[in-house]
């Protein structure tokens, strides 16, 4: 079954670094999302990215943050200068189309900033 | 702005009964609400996805409702088995999320045991 993959599934760093989370969705998917879920808190929605651009973002989302499809499978989600808060579980999703469909989530990257 | 509750936040029982899990969303204006699961320290797994214009949805021993007027959603689980331990979480697209009409807004789940 097609499924959401990324990678890495843990990845540690320093405060202050660039961090690139990455992305394959499913291959059909025109829908791309990033949300993340803070260690016991709610899964938040992070950026919504249709057709190479953005078409959603929440207040999370600033200018630390932005996204990509580098290529035809890739989707990744760039975070400039990392900070202690920004340690969370990252998701991936994507959806066919925005029509009343489900959304696939990843598995998940685990993003510690020490 | 949407919020969703998910009630209990936790629940413990024995294998076998039957258990219904609750959610709660404030802004009625929704397209469609999903039910996930979530084992620890990993990926979501969408369980049912129920369409605002549908009032339930089932999938083997899970049967999902939707009371969009009221703003509640209930997931029903049948003769529960040990592997069905996780976290269960409630999710509505559309009312204003944050995410406008397009991003997922969560309830926090609910931690469900099932005792062998």
């Known amino acids: 079954e097609p499924e959401v993959t990324q990678t890495p599934s843990h990845q540690v760093t320093q405060m202050g670094q660039e961090v690139i989370l990455r992305c394959v969705p499913i291959s059909n998917h025109l829908y791309f999302y990033w949300y993340r879920q803070i260690l016991g808190q709610k899964v938040e929605f992070l950026v919504s990215f249709y057709n190479n651009e953005i078409s959603e973002k929440s207040e999370i989302f600033d200018d630390q943050f932005s996204v990509e499809r580098p290529d035809g499978s890739n989707f990744t989600l760039k975070i400039r200068s990392t900070k202690l808060e920004d340690s969370a579980m990252y998701f991936c999703?994507?959806?066919?189309?925005?029509?009343?469909?489900?959304?696939?989530f990843g598995q998940g990257t685990r993003l510690t900033v020490v | 702005k949407q919020e969703v509750t998910q009630i209990p936040a936790a629940l413990s029982v024995p294998e076998g009964e039957n258990l219904v899990l609750n959610c709660s969303f404030t802004d009625s204006a929704i397209y469609n609400l999903q039910w996930f699961r979530q084992d620890p320290g990993k990926g979501l797994t969408s369980l049912l996805l129920i369409q605002s214009s549908q009032r339930e949805q089932t999938s083997g021993r899970l049967n999902a409702s939707l009371d969009k007027s009221s703003g509640r959603s209930t997931l029903y689980i049948a003769a529960s088995q040990p592997g069905d331990s996780a976290t269960y979480l409630c999710?509505?697209?559309?009312?204003?999320?944050?995410?406008?009409?397009?991003?997922?807004?969560f309830g926090k789940g609910t931690h469900l045991i099932i005792q062998p």
């Open positions: 999710a509505v697209r559309g009312g204003y999320s944050g995410g406008g009409a397009d991003g997922l807004t």
């Open positions: 999703a994507s959806r066919p189309d925005r029509v009343n469909t489900e959304a696939f």
